[in-house]
T-cell receptor
Framework: AQSVTQPDIHITVSEGASLELRCNYSYGATPYLFWYVQSPGQGLQLLLKYFSGDTLVQGIKGFEAEFKRSQSSFNLRKPSVHWSDAAEYFCAVGAGNFNKFYFGSGTKLNVKP | ETGVTQTPRHLVMGMTNKKSLKCEQHLGHNAMYWYKQSAKKPLELMFVYNFKEQTENNSVPSRFSPECPNSSHLFLHLHTLQPEDSALYLC????????????FGQGTRLTVV
């Protein structure tokens, strides 16, 4: 069965520091992978996606993620965090013929001034 | 503007009430989804519709009744809910094929009293 694990529930980084959020997935076939961001009380906004090809994908707001098949990972990175990046981040895998989406439990990011 | 609109944004209902959540997408997508987001739990996929047909019911209690009259509209009819049903209910849409992402609405914050 497909599943997504985000091992870090909360992360705090200083503004300007680099960021890496971890994501591991379990899926038998070729995964379609996503990172979404959610501000309080809002829906989810797509940051980036991986379907195939280059394993390093660029997204919006300066985020990038790297797909590593051997490690079943799709970690999200940003070289310099801004205070406006404080939010909750969700990793997801798309599965099945009709593209069901399964989400991790999320990582809440706090940014210190 | 995400292209997926949910109404109402907030809803308070008693356990004996009947209410409906509405979702509308303006993206020309063929698949629509209901997710439940509770505190400290991963997003739970509830229902999936493709071309108006239900293709997934993730063991959701019958007090939640979805309706999809066309590919652009999705409803979630609620009746005799329990306090533990209080959550953020998110609607999403996608092309319904592989290699596509989900687009989310802003959610309906439901409180059952």
């Amino acid at each position: 069965a497909q599943s997504v694990t985000q091992p870090d529930i909360h992360i705090t980084v200083s503004e300007g520091a680099s960021l890496e959020l971890r994501c591991n997935y379990s899926y038998g076939a070729t995964p379609y992978l996503f990172w979404y961001v959610q501000s309080p009380g809002q829906g989810l906004q797509l940051l980036l996606k991986y379907f195939s090809g280059d394993t390093l994908v660029q997204g919006i707001k300066g985020f990038e993620a790297e797909f590593k098949r051997s490690q079943s990972s799709f970690n999200l990175r940003k070289p310099s965090v801004h205070w406006s990046d404080a939010a909750e981040y969700f990793c997801a895998v798309g599965a099945g013929n009709f593209n069901k989406f399964y989400f991790g439990s999320g990582t809440k990011l706090n940014v210190k001034p | 503007e995400t292209g997926v609109t949910q109404t109402p944004r907030h809803l308070v209902m008693g356990m004996t009430n009947k209410k409906s959540l509405k979702c509308e997408q303006h993206l020309g997508h063929n698949a629509m989804y209901w997710y439940k987001q509770s505190a400290k739990k991963p997003l739970e996929l509830m229902f999936v519709y493709n071309f108006k047909e239900q293709t997934e019911n993730n063991s959701v209690p019958s007090r939640f009744s979805p309706e999809c009259p066309n590919s652009s509209h999705l409803f979630l009819h609620l009746h005799t809910l329990q306090p533990e049903d209080s959550a953020l209910y998110l609607c999403a849409s996608s092309q319904g094929t592989t290699n596509t992402e989900a687009f989310f609405g802003q959610g309906t914050r439901l409180t059952v009293v």
